[in-house]
């Protein structure tokens, strides 16, 4: 079993910038993938970025590429979401996901998620 814990939310004017961490423990969680998707009121939930293990390969939404950036710190078992240039559209709860592989942009076939962490953008 592998349990996530989301932190770095919170409440951001339109153009700033907000670091969103995720960090794992379990069996395992140290080299699992790691994905970070999000989920506005009344919408599907939407992938933003991915990162296999240990580091080299990177996936993003296309509305998030360019502005967001996912990473990780394989010692600290700890994935993390910079997001820059932030805007009202990217109003959501953002969830951390983990499984043993990459998986796909369907949210569905990732295995481990956290609770979520809401994030605001003011315009």
């Known amino acids: 079993q592998v349990q996530l814990v989301e932190s770095g939310g919170g409440l951001v004017q339109a153009g700033g910038s907000l670091r969103l961490s995720c960090t794992a423990s379990?069996?395992?969680?140290?080299?699992?993938?790691r994905a970070w998707f999000r989920q506005a009121p009344g919408k599907e939930r939407e992938f933003v970025a991915d990162?296999?293990?240990?580091?080299?390969?990177?996936n993003y939404g296309a509305s998030v590429k360019g502005r967001f950036t996912i990473s990780r710190d394989n010692a600290k078992n700890t994935a993390y979401l910079q997001m820059n240039s932030l805007k009202p559209e990217d109003t959501a709860i953002y969830y951390c996901?983990?499984?043993?592989?990459?998986?796909?942009?369907?949210?569905?076939?990732?295995?481990?998620w956290g609770q979520g962490t809401q994030v605001t953008v003011s315009s």
């Open positions: 996901a983990a499984d043993s592989r990459l998986s796909t942009r369907n949210w569905r076939t990732w295995d481990y």
């Open positions: 379990g069996r395992a969680s140290s080299t699992y993938a």
């Open positions: 990162i296999g293990w240990p580091g080299g390969t990177t």
